[in-house]
């Protein structure tokens, strides 16, 4: 009879927590370390690309900063805290490539630049308008992070 009730009272609490609004709740990733103190609305944008990429340096600074302002964000020269780094790395003549969009900053007192965990990267191989649109993506997905971290997260 007392194991009848245990396994009765197994069955309610399962369903208790299948409806349970707690179990369904996504979690939400914190982009409060994207906040800057001074002027959310400028960005230091650093890009490089690898000589073997049919995309340029110059064609990624491009792309990286357009979609930039697409986001009402303007890039300027100067370090901020956080700066955008995306790096376009081409692994062979097949178009695979990884593309590396992150921020950080430049710690002085270490010399040295720090970068945030989440990272908003991408590997794959396609032609130089896939790659690229890859990167356009990356950085979308980026700065909706730090729009959120600076203009909708109190």
Not at 77 to 100: A, K, R, Y
Not at 113 to 135: C, H, M, P, W
């Amino acid at each position: 009879m007392f194991g009848f009730i245990l396994i009765r009272m197994k069955y309610l609490f399962t369903i208790l927590l299948l409806l349970s609004p707690f179990s369904f709740a996504e979690i939400e990733i914190s982009v409060s370390h994207l906040k800057k103190v001074y002027d959310p609305n400028s960005l230091k944008v650093i890009t490089t690309a690898d000589q073997e990429c049919a995309t340029s340096d110059k064609e990624l600074d491009n792309i990286v900063k357009g979609a930039v302002i697409r986001s009402r964000i303007k890039p300027i020269q100067e370090l901020t805290d956080p700066s955008l780094f995306v790096t376009l790395n081409c692994m062979d003549n097949n178009g695979t490539v990884v593309i590396t969009s992150r921020f950080g900053f430049y710690d002085v007192d270490r010399g040295s630049l720090v970068y945030f965990a989440l990272q908003y990267n991408r590997l794959g191989t396609g032609d130089k308008q896939y790659i690229e649109t890859s990167v356009k993506d990356s950085v979308d997905q980026a700065m909706t992070d730090y729009i959120r971290a600076n203009f909708f997260v109190d």
